[in-house]
């Protein structure tokens, strides 16, 4: 299968608007014991330059054989490595977030159990890839990418500084069985964005709804990088109760707390600082199993969306999601 998605650079600085909170140095510790299990040969695939921001912007939602992604595949390293690999997710990330991680490479290796159409080819260490760029460092700035089917970090990491954007989050199935045990990849931001709409009445929902058309996917994932949003539309957070902002800000917190613990706080109260700015909204449908169920997030900073596709592999829908600061994708302000 040829390469499904064009990646063109966007100038990037390092001027990002984090709140901070980062445990870089602990993170730049994990990310350089990585990069000491690589031979010469992989170090050349895997730490690439930090200027080099079409190679930084290169993530999708699609499996590897279909948009092919920079650095090595976990097929190709050895089991020490692989380790050398998680270690250095698992500092970076919430327990959530790892967790998540976990899941959804558990959700490619159900998939390839399906065999057919839209599964074949599937699997935790053939879909996924890590990349270093730059040389890790608790004061120079250095980007961790890994990613693959339905999943995408991109840790930019300055100082005290991070970012967690761009996000790719997503899930087919929605759920399945592992062990006796149901696995749900995406629970909690499906579970969230739900919440946050069905609370509203009649009035806050026709007021949410977006006009300018239908959705069939996300407006701002993979190779949109240039820091055009649409025009902010949908119902304001500041007209809600306080129960429906509490909602709200739950299903902020279901994206933004996959960073590491304190960063996370920092990044939440910076969100919630600017909630009576920030607008929800909604279009097509807006139930949990729906088909094209499009659900959105559209603050000062903040940006997310959800949305319900067809799936190919299964009967049912599955699930695409997107978490992005309009001030800070990739440690950057230059997109916006």
């Known amino acids: ?59 999708s939602n699609y499996p590897a054989t279909t ?8 097929k190709d390293l050895s089991e020490t490595q692989r380790t050398a690999v998680m270690a250095m997710l698992k500092v970076a990330l919430s327990a959530d977030g790892y967790q998540q991680v976990l899941d959804i490479q558990k959700s490619d290796d159900y998939l390839n ?32 990418q890994f990613g693959g089917h339905h999943l995408a970090r991109n840790l930019t990491y300055n100082g005290d500084k991070v970012s967690q954007t761009p996000q790719f989050v997503g899930s087919e199935p929605t759920s399945f069985e592992v062990g006796g045990k149901t696995v749900a990849p995406v629970e909690p931001e499906s579970s969230t964005m739900f919440a946050m709409v069905a609370a509203l009445s009649a009035d806050e929902k026709a007021a949410a709804k977006l006009t ?44 933004i707390d996959d960073l590491a613990d304190d960063a996370a706080a920092k990044a939440l109260a910076k969100y919630t600082s600017e909630l009576d700015s920030t607008r929800i909204a909604w279009a097509n449908n807006t139930g949990p199993t729906d088909e094209s169920s499009y659900i959105r997030i559209d603050g000062p900073s903040v940006w997310i969306e959800f949305i319900n596709t067809r799936s190919m592999s299964t009967p049912n829908i599955h699930y695409h999601s997107v978490y992005r600061d309009k001030n800070n ?5 230059d997109p916006s």
Do not use: C
């Not at 159409?117 to 730059?134: E, I, P």
């Open 113 to 144: 159990t399906l065999g057919g159409q839209g599964a074949d080819g599937f699997g935790s260490l053939v879909d996924y890839y890590v990349a270093v760029y730059g040389t890790p460092s608790a004061t120079d700035p250095f980007q961790i």
């Open 329 to 333: 994708d990739y440690g950057s302000t």
């Open 212 to 255: 300018s058309g239908t959705y069939d996917d996300l407006m701002m994932g993979p190779t949109h990088d240039d820091g055009e949003f649409p025009a902010s539309e949908g119902l304001v957070v500041s007209t809600l109760t306080a129960a429906q902002k509490k909602l709200v800000t739950a299903a902020l917190a279901a994206y």
């Open 67 to 74: 948009v092919a992604r920079k650095g090595v595949a976990l």
């Open 1 to 59: 299968m040829g390469n499904m998605q064009t990646f063109t650079a966007v100038n990037l600085n390092t001027n990002g608007d984090s709140p901070g909170g980062a445990n870089t140095a602990t993170v730049a510790a994990a990310a350089k014991a990585f990069l000491a299990t690589l031979d010469a040969t992989q170090l050349t695939k895997i730490n690439l330059a930090f200027t080099d921001n079409q190679s930084r912007q290169t993530w």
